[in-house]
């Protein structure tokens, strides 16, 4: 089935860690977004790419690293300058600029 | 800066009943428009997208309307269910250039057998 696979599901970090996030896209889609929800607060950018090894920054992007080597894959560094990282990171993709966003379901990360 | 509002931010009604939830936004200068539903702990389901040039979309029960120059969009929900019962958010595409979507808080909605 077509559809965007974020992995894993739930993702435990250490202090001082830095744990990467994955977005894989089978639908041929230009665009991938990287997004963190937190409770109260709604959907925040964090990075974009429309193209490959092209990426730009989003709203809260310090903290964050981003590459896109592929078309289908966009990961998502959280690194340990992330002062904050706990939240529920959801990934999207589009095929051109006016078409429907598509989300993943998904990765919950936790600091412990 | 743009911004978008949902209110309500909550809203429980029974089974059966039509209703509308709203969505704002502060420029008039977006692209399109997208509702979306999220079930607790999942990711986003796209419902309908309008662009800026449309008046209304329909799925099934779902129709969504824009009117740009005010700056809003409804969500109504006819015959609700309690499957229905989700977080919805509305999210613009800012004007020419930008790429990404703005979101709203979303409205936590509750429907009652």
């Known amino acids: 089935d077509g559809g965007i696979t974020q992995s894993p599901k739930y993702l435990f970090r250490k202090e001082g860690q830095n744990v990467t996030l994955s977005c894989e896209q089978n639908?041929?889609?230009?665009?991938m977004y990287w997004y963190r929800q937190d409770p109260g607060q709604g959907l925040r950018l964090i990075y974009y790419?429309?193209?490959?090894?092209?990426?730009q920054k989003g709203d809260i992007a310090e903290g964050y690293s981003v590459s896109r080597e592929k078309k289908e894959s966009f990961p998502l560094t959280v690194t340990s300058a992330q002062k904050n990282p706990t939240a529920f990171y959801l990934c999207?993709?589009?095929?051109?600029?006016?078409?429907?966003?598509?989300f993943g379901q998904g990765t919950r990360l936790t600091v412990v | 800066k743009q911004e978008v509002t949902q209110i309500p931010a909550a809203l429980s009604v029974p089974e059966g009943e039509n209703l509308v939830l709203n969505c704002s936004f502060t420029?008039?200068?977006?692209?399109?428009l997208q509702w979306f539903r999220q079930d607790p702990g999942k990711g986003l389901t796209s419902l309908l997208l309008?662009?800026?040039?449309?008046r209304e979309q329909t799925s099934g029960r779902l129709n969504a309307s824009l009117d740009k120059s005010s700056g809003r969009s409804t969500l109504y929900i006819a015959a609700s269910q309690p499957g229905d019962s989700a977080t919805y958010l509305c999210?613009?595409?800012?004007?020419?250039?930008?790429?990404?979507?703005?979101f709203g808080q979303g409205t936590r909605l509750t429907i009652n057998p």
């Open positions: 999207a993709s589009r095929k051109v600029l006016n078409t429907e966003a598509f």
């Open positions: 639908l041929n889609h230009d665009a």
């Open positions: 790419s429309q193209i490959v090894n092209d990426f």
């Open positions: 420029d008039s200068a977006i692209y399109n």
């Open positions: 309008i662009q800026s040039s449309q």
């Open positions: 999210a613009v595409r800012e004007g020419q250039g930008a790429q990404k979507l703005v």
